[in-house]
């Protein structure tokens, strides 16, 4: 107490002051003095460090990457054709100025046209214009009802589809092919539905009738009216209980086989005459089309008066039959299949019916002789053709092409 009542005392002291003021300005100068050292070395006094809170990422979502979506390419359709103007041959070659192939589902015994083999083998010959006939032939086992093979068939979208093959055919070389008429009705059925439920407005033939000779084979042809009246009869009383299909609205596959044309034979006309009269239709009056198709027309050159052993004779006749054939189908508005587009062997037995060899060359119109020994001048709406191979030949008569006057003493001699 007494000491701080002394620098009180003291303060007011002139002395005192002076001391004070000196001791205050010695405090200020040495604390500028400390600031100036300080900045001038360039280091500041360090700061309190700040504790920053640093926040929890949000988790970013994982995105599914979304499939590209290809579209499904537009299938090539060609518009439906009037049945006079198709004209065609049974193979899968392209053949200069033939409009139509027939082929086959894998089921008829041969090639392999299912699945996308078949889908792109049908746009290819879309691509060019080329109409396509499928036949699907019936199974004699238990794929018979399978809708798999309709289904794969029609989703190759074919120009027209034949749905069965000589399922009448009683040969016990070829028993299998028979299937009885309750049985194929049901298939029918089923193949004419599966294709028109993705092919609307296609022709669908009803099988095909095995050939026959209509001079002599009547009772036969009459069995296959039998047939198809059993077949009808099964179709509204089994498939469809209570129905009303008829036989006689659908359309039948023709296969002919004999030596039209030559020795003065036209057994294809014998056939027209027969089942125009069931379907109550005139044979040339151009209704016909609508219930035959020729899925095979060929000649004959073993067990029909032809000597296989005689080039000649099966030259001669396998030309004129294709003549014949195309003419009497052409008058009549038929749709029409050449048989066979290539020469080929079975059974050991080399079949010379094919307008192109087996290694699908040309052959001469007469087979028998060399390339030009025979020709044919033929009138065509763009001028004469001169023609000699027998592929020209056919395309050249669908065309509408008109023979010489002589073109059977041409052929003959």
């Not at 039998?226 to 099964?234: H, R, S, T, V």
Request: with cysteine; net charge negative.
């Amino acid at each position: 107490m007494n000491t701080l009542q002394n620098a009180l005392n003291f303060l007011k002291r002139p002395a005192g002051i002076i001391t004070a003021v000196v001791i205050i300005v010695v405090l200020v100068a040495t604390s500028l003095s400390y600031k100036f050292v300080i900045q001038s070395s360039g280091h500041a006094p360090a700061p309190t460090p700040k504790v920053v809170r640093k926040p929890t990422p949000t988790p970013t979502p994982t995105l599914v990457p979304t499939a590209t979506q290809v579209p499904t390419p537009t299938p090539i359709i060609l518009p439906t054709q009037d049945p006079a103007q198709i004209q065609g041959v049974d193979g899968t070659m392209v053949y200069n100025g033939i409009s139509w192939l027939r082929m086959g589902y894998p089921t008829c015994g041969w090639g392999d046209l299912r699945g996308d083999t078949l889908k792109n083998t049908m746009q290819d010959y879309h691509s060019k214009g080329i109409r396509v006939l499928f036949t699907i032939c019936q199974a004699n086992n238990d794929n018979l009802y399978n809708t798999d093979i309709l289904n794969d068939a029609a989703q190759g979208h074919p120009d027209a589809v034949q749905c069965g093959n000589e399922e009448m055919k009683q040969d016990a070389s070829v028993s299998f092919l028979y299937t009885p008429p309750d049985k194929f009705a049901k298939f029918y059925d089923l193949c004419e539905h599966a294709i028109h439920a993705i092919n609307p407005g296609i022709p669908v033939l009803l099988g095909s009738l095995d050939p026959h000779v209509a001079s002599n084979d009547y009772q036969l042809m009459v069995n296959q009216v039998n047939y198809l009246d059993q077949m009808q009869n099964a179709m509204n009383s089994s498939v469809h209980p209570g129905g009303n299909w008829d036989w006689h609205n659908q359309t039948l596959g023709v296969i002919d086989s004999w030596h039209n044309g030559y020795l003065g034979a036209n057994n294809l006309a014998g056939l027209f005459s027969f089942w125009s009269q069931q379907f109550h239709v005139d044979m040339n009056g151009g209704e016909l089309g609508k219930h035959l198709w020729v899925v095979e027309g060929t000649g004959c050159f073993k067990g029909c008066g032809i000597n296989a052993d005689s080039s000649y004779q099966v030259a001669v006749s396998h030309i004129l039959t294709l003549i014949t054939d195309v003419q009497t189908a052409q008058q009549a508005k038929v749709p029409f299949f050449y048989f066979s587009g290539k020469d080929f062997k079975d059974q050991g037995i080399i079949w010379p019916i094919g307008i192109l060899n087996q290694d699908g060359q040309p052959k001469p119109i007469r087979q028998d002789l060399g390339m030009g020994e025979r020709t044919l001048q033929m009138n065509c709406p763009d001028g004469v053709v001169s023609v000699n191979d027998q592929l020209t030949l056919l395309s050249k008569l669908y065309n509408h092409c008109s023979l010489p006057g002589n073109y059977i003493a041409t052929l003959v001699n």
